[in-house]
Structure formats: structure tokens, C-alpha cells
T-cell receptor
């Protein structure tokens, strides 16, 4: 079974631009969560989607948004990019309400 | 405020010996705990989990212990192997408050297993 895939793997953007990252969960998984990893703040929860509905949201500004499609694929969008948004963005999928989340390799976003 | 803390940024052990990684939490709503391993340029890989109704869970060389009164958990790796060298993250969530999939992570511990 294929794992969680994320595209693109690397991205360079300029301050003020917007970016869209994509995540394809493991087949059959309906929950997708997004996390941001930075050297200063570590791994932080962004939001979680289940059956196209946002179930939980972390403490991030409204510039960070996401959505989930009927095939469970998910996208996250960051508008008006800031230098501090440079990070590794990780997507994770899970099968059950309780249990492990399986992470993708991440998208490395650099904002210049 | 850090709700999940891993106070040791790094740990070195000899191959074949026991590795003990520690994690403390402050949020009493947390009732599900997980350990992940992460190599550079890869996403975290799930290792083992434990529910708050248990105090121990074992899977092969990995055992997680939970002390609810102390709000402390630990991961034991026996025997340690060079391939275990990675960053280990402790994570917690709250099933009871409907946030089972909202993981709060610790800052990680870099484990180095010396041959």
C-alpha cells in the first residue's frame, strides 16, 4: 500500500506570495492532519480534516487554510507569505478515530 | 507554554545497551500518547502508543511506560542498535475532548547509538 505523498517536496516563494501544498493520504484513510515543523517552535498542529470537514484547528493565523476533497486528498494554502512561514510542512493520515497517524515526507517551504 | 516536554535534547548509548527516552506533560486532558522516530528529510515514523488506561505497552524492542500521577512517560529500547539513531518525538492527544488526532509534540531527543 502506498504511503502518504506530498507535493511538491521543495518550494521557494517570495514574501507576500501565496502557496498551495498537496497531500494524498494512504488509501482508505479519511482523516488528514497538517503540521508545521520549524527549528524554533518544533512540530505544531495546523488543522485536521475528516470527510471534507475541518474537525480541529491549531493556533495559527487565518492566512493558513485548508480543504479536503471527496477522495480524501487535502490541500493547504498559505496566503501573504512571511519569512517566518519557512518550515517543513507535514501531512499525516489516519484510519481510525484513535490510533497512529502516518506522516508523509513533507514539503520544505522557503520564503525569501 | 510547552504542554509536552522532552528535557534531554540528546542521548548517547552503546550498541546493545538500553536507551531510555523521557517525556513529561502538563495537560491533564491528555489520555493518548505516542512515540515517533524521525530521520532527516523524512516524515516522522510511528513507533508505539499507549492509552491512559494502561501503564505499559510493549512491541518488540520498544516498551513505553506511563506514570499518570507524575504525568511522565518513557520509551525503552532494548537492545539499542545503530539503526535506532534518530530524533525521537513524544506526542499526546485528548480522546476524551474529541481531539484524538490533534497531536501535541515534544521538542524531540536526538538518540545516537554508538557501535
Amino acid at each position: 500500500k502506498a504511503g502518504v505523498t506530498q507535493t511538491p517536496r521543495y518550494l521557494i516563494k517570495t514574501r507576500g506570495q501565496q502557496v498551495t501544498l498537496s497531500c494524498s493520504p494512504i488509501s482508505g484513510h479519511r482523516s488528514v492532519s497538517w503540521y508545521q515543523q520549524t527549528p524554533g517552535q518544533g512540530l505544531q498542529f495546523l488543522f485536521e480534516y475528516f470527510s471534507e470537514t475541518q474537525r480541529n484547528k491549531g493556533n495559527f493565523p487565518g492566512r493558513f487554510s485548508g480543504r479536503q476533497f471527496s477522495n480524501s486528498r487535502s490541500e493547504m494554502n498559505v496566503s501573504t507569505l512571511e519569512l517566518g512561514d519557512s518550515a517543513l510542512y507535514l501531512c499525516a493520515s489516519s484510519l481510525a478515530e484513535v490510533g497512529e497517524q502516518y506522516f508523509g515526507p513533507g514539503t520544505r517551504l522557503t520564503v525569501t | 507554554d510547552q504542554q509536552v516536554k522532552q528535557n534531554s535534547p540528546s542521548l548517547s548509548v552503546q550498541e546493545g545497551r538500553i536507551s531510555i527516552l523521557n517525556c513529561d506533560y502538563t495537560n491533564s486532558m491528555f489520555d493518548y500518547f505516542l512515540w515517533y522516530k524521525k530521520y532527516p528529510a523524512e516524515g516522522p515514523t510511528f513507533l508505539i502508543s499507549i492509552s491512559s488506561i494502561k501503564d505499559k505497552n510493549e512491541d518488540g524492542r520498544f516498551t513505553v511506560f506511563l506514570n499518570k500521577s507524575a504525568k511522565h512517560l518513557s520509551l525503552h529500547i532494548v537492545p539499542s542498535q545503530p539503526g535506532d539513531s534518530a530524533v525521537y518525538f513524544c506526542a499526546a492527544s485528548s480522546i476524551s475532548s474529541g481531539s484524538a488526532r490533534q497531536l501535541t509534540f515534544g521538542s524531540g531527543t536526538q538518540l545516537t547509538v554508538l557501535p
